[in-house]
């Protein structure tokens, strides 16, 4: 059973359009993590959230965490063909020795 | 600006045969992680270390594969027997321990195929 469950697995837009992104979990995390990879990359952190209600922008992503602490959500607006990539969450459980327990991902493809 | 030093980036290896990744991890990171990342999944770890004690190795495949850090600096992982399913990428990160959120930074990893 995969701890994060991202959705969806794969997307693919056009250059301008908007999308949102999900991290789903039945368990509550202290904190949560957002990272891009590109490929033959190592992820490259965007984020972290640690409050529940956490809203938090980057230029045009912004990234919201559940209340419950549970789920996180990642928006982008007006995608460019730059933000291609796969975007990964990784939750951290309190007193976990700060383990990070990834999701699968989301590839997403921005095309021109 | 500090990175996560990682060699080779690439390795060909017949199965049945030795592999050896090294890690070189941000300075003052105390916890390195190895993950196995196989394409299209994210990232799994492997094990984890605080300075040169290893904190989790709960999925590290013990009969074929080892890790150490000797000097609570860089690390190796080592790989023997290489199977055909160990063909992924190998990823090592570092954090700098007492950060709350324990943010990694990760190498760029070593791709491993073994025909």
């Known amino acids: 059973t995969q701890l994060l469950e991202q959705s969806p697995q794969f997307l693919s837009i056009q250059e301008g359009e908007n999308l949102t992104v999900y991290c789903n979990s039945s368990s509550v995390f202290s904190s949560l993590q957002w990272y891009r990879q590109e490929p033959g990359e190592g992820p490259v952190l965007l984020v972290t959230?640690?409050?529940?209600?956490e809203v938090k922008k980057l230029k045009r992503l912004t990234f919201q965490f559940g209340d419950a602490r549970k789920d996180s959500s990642l928006h982008i607006t007006a995608a460019q063909t730059g933000d291609t990539g796969l975007y990964l969450c990784?939750?951290?459980?309190?007193?976990?020795?700060?383990?990070?327990?990834f999701g699968k991902g989301t590839l997403l493809t921005v095309n021109p | 600006e500090a990175e996560v030093a990682q060699s080779p980036r690439y390795k060909i290896t017949e199965k049945s045969q030795a592999v050896a990744f090294w890690c070189d991890p941000i300075?003052?990171?105390?916890?390195l992680y190895w993950y196995r990342q196989i394409l299209g999944q994210g990232p799994e770890l492997l094990v984890q270390f605080q300075d040169e004690s290893v904190v989790d190795d709960s999925q590290l495949p013990k009969d074929r594969f080892s890790a150490e850090r000797l000097k609570g600096v860089d690390s190796t992982l080592k790989i023997q027997p290489a199977e055909l399913g160990d063909s992924a990428m190998y990823l090592c990160?570092?954090?700098?321990?007492?950060?709350?959120?324990?943010?990694?930074?990760f190498g760029e990893g070593s791709r491993l195929t073994v025909l």
């Open positions: 990160a570092s954090s700098f321990s007492g950060a709350n959120t324990g943010e990694l930074f």
């Open positions: 990784a939750g951290q459980r309190g007193g976990s020795n700060y383990k990070l327990t």
């Open positions: 959230v640690v409050t529940g209600g």
């Open positions: 300075s003052g990171h105390a916890t």
